[in-house]
């Protein structure tokens, strides 16, 4: 899982993951789903001004991002599956941004947390 650039206030930034079998050659298959969870916590911004985390088109607004109610995410034919998080242009010094990609099962996580903070 790569990660473009790092989260900054007011930018977009893209994910990618790719899946692989055990040689590392990307693989494709149906029904290899991924998801992911969202936890916002930290000062003011988000609770006051209903600061909006836009993740795979899907908006999350201060609190916890359910995996099971967020958009599920298909890997193309070459494996590869690529989602933006778009950052507010407003947040608190104490603003925190936790997201965890997983398989669609919501219970295996695939690589490190991205986080702001």
Do not use: W
Not at 41 to 65: E, L, M, Q, R, W
Not at 77 to 101: C, E, H, K, R, Y
């Amino acid at each position: 899982m790569e990660l473009n650039t790092p989260l900054v206030a007011g930018q977009t930034s893209t994910v990618t993951v790719t899946t692989r079998d055990s040689n590392s050659d990307p693989i494709s298959l149906n029904g290899y789903i991924f998801t992911y969870e969202v936890q916002i916590s930290g000062g003011k911004t988000y609770k006051v001004n209903n600061v909006d985390y836009t993740i795979a088109d899907h908006t999350n607004i201060g609190g916890t991002g359910d995996p099971t109610t967020a958009p599920k995410l298909s890997p193309t034919v070459n494996g590869i599956t690529t989602f933006d998080i778009v950052m507010p242009t407003t947040l608190d010094l104490t603003d925190n941004i936790q997201i965890q990609v997983e398989i669609a099962d919501a219970t295996t996580d695939i690589g490190s947390q991205i986080k702001y903070k």
